[in-house]
């Protein structure tokens, strides 16, 4: 009989069509993933080259400054970007993966983003994490609201029902039967991935897997329960949109918006302007108070004395550390509430599946918020390394002909953070088997002969 019925829901025009257009948008999907993956390889490759040639070109030109020459020279951080990102953007879709500095105030460079046309960034990308978590469910909906209640319509539900041993284990086999083909089909897609996008069969890319199979069995066992009320096909459909759209876009949207009131964060915009102004009110201010600032945050560097009456790089230095130093209670501020903003939204999305598994989805991948910010922490380390490294040369007015700057080489930043498959899996599991529980309940309690 199994196959019987897969003949049967295999042999509709509907599920053919359905089946064929969730397969080209979902290699759609990957080739825009390609696209994205080939624009950041290129873009660290021309960082690379950038560097070493803006280095080069620098060092030739202000051959007898050194402080002159680091006011100019930049230096690169790489967020590294794994092949199973290319599944989920997330953050990396309006968050720069590569971050250029110099030795001067770092929040006035920090949070320099690349030029994007607004109205593609509103639109986003449609990653395969889009057609998973947006289109999958729609699918799922068509296939089974009518799964009973059709034939129930069409007078043929009697016929099933008297000829079936048991009728609960036959509409069993009709949700298995669109479970495999829709589980098969993010098999055929997540396959093609693999060979399509150089993806890793490790850890990362089977949590991806096992929590897109959970996801499509949480909107089965959506379906499920709402089919076990055992109304009519327009019921049905309208009662399951109605959750899609609530679930989807209403509830996600209502948690931004009470996320972003909640915990309000200074624009970066605002804190860069901090730091700029309290850099250039040190102009005309007494250098002896810039420069106890300087001492106080580098006591190793009090051996340099101030010259008298003269420009000093040693001061200007200080000035660019002064407008950080000004500008750290904001700075804190802002990194200190988007976590605040990071920890609520994952705590939140633990009871509401499909914001959870976006969540998650970027997560795994390392786009997520929490890696954005990981990638902030390693700039500021990075930019503090490059200030330690080179103070003292400036100070010394060391020459720029004895350095070694073909050592320096553009950096990357790994994410290392370990993927918690307990978190990932158990909210998803928890609510299948809780709709799956209330489903069953309804189906005993009614009289499927009648229905």
């Not at 759609?28 to 080069?56: C, M």
């Not at 790089?313 to 700075?331: P, T």
Request: aromatic share 16%.
């Amino acid at each position: 009989m199994l196959a019987l019925l897969f003949k049967n829901f295999i042999r509709s025009k509907g599920t053919k069509i359905g089946l064929i257009f969730l397969l080209l948008i979902g290699f759609i999907s990957l080739l825009i993933g390609q696209q994205f993956q080939e624009k950041q390889s290129r873009n660290i490759t021309e960082a690379a080259v950038y560097q070493k040639e803006h280095i080069a070109r620098n060092a030739a030109f202000h051959k007898d400054e050194i402080g002159l020459l680091l006011y100019y020279i930049k230096f690169s951080l790489v967020n590294k970007t794994f092949p199973i990102n290319s599944l989920a953007i997330g953050q990396r879709d309006v968050n720069p993966s590569i971050q250029s500095v110099n030795i001067r105030g770092l929040e006035a460079q920090k949070y320099d983003a690349e030029l994007n046309n607004p109205n593609n960034l509103l639109s986003g990308n449609i990653d395969f994490s889009f057609v998973l978590v947006y289109l999958f469910p729609l699918l799922i909906i068509a296939f089974t609201y009518n799964i009973i209640s059709e034939e129930k319509e069409s007078g043929t539900w009697k016929i099933v029902a008297t000829q079936s041993d048991n009728t609960f284990l036959y509409i069993l086999k009709l949700f298995y039967i669109r479970i495999l083909s829709l589980t098969g089909l993010l098999s055929v897609i997540l396959f093609i991935a693999v060979l399509f996008l150089n993806i890793p069969l490790d850890k990362a890319f089977f949590a991806f897997y096992g929590l897109g199979i959970l996801y499509i069995l949480f909107w089965f066992a959506v379906c499920f329960f709402i089919v076990s009320l055992q109304k009519n096909s327009n019921f049905n459909a309208v009662i399951l949109l109605t959750v899609w759209l609530f679930l989807i876009i209403i509830l996600p949207a209502t948690i931004n918006t009470y996320i972003v009131n909640k915990y309000p964060v200074p624009e970066a915009l605002e804190l860069t302007l901090k730091q700029r102004n309290a850099y250039h009110e040190k102009w005309d201010m007494d250098k002896k108070i810039t420069m106890d600032k300087f001492y106080a945050h580098y006591p190793q560097f009090k051996s340099y004395p101030l010259p008298e009456g003269e420009f000093s790089w040693l001061w200007y230095y200080a000035m660019q550390q002064a407008g950080d130093d000004d500008s750290a209670k904001q700075s804190n501020e802002l990194a200190a509430k988007l976590e605040q903003r990071n920890k609520v939204s994952q705590f939140i999305a633990l009871f509401i599946p499909t914001l959870h598994t976006q969540i998650q989805l970027n997560e795994i991948v390392k786009s997520d918020l929490g890696n954005q910010l990981s990638f902030l922490k390693e700039t500021k380390d990075f930019h503090e390394k490059l200030r330690l490294h080179f103070y003292p040369k400036i100070f010394d007015n060391a020459a720029v002909n004895q350095q070694k700057w073909d050592q320096f080489k553009v950096e990357t930043f790994e994410d290392s953070s370990e993927l918690n498959l307990s978190k990932t899996l158990l909210p998803l599991i928890f609510f299948n088997l809780l709709l799956i529980a209330f489903g069953y309940r309804n189906f005993r309690n009614k009289n499927l002969q009648s229905f």
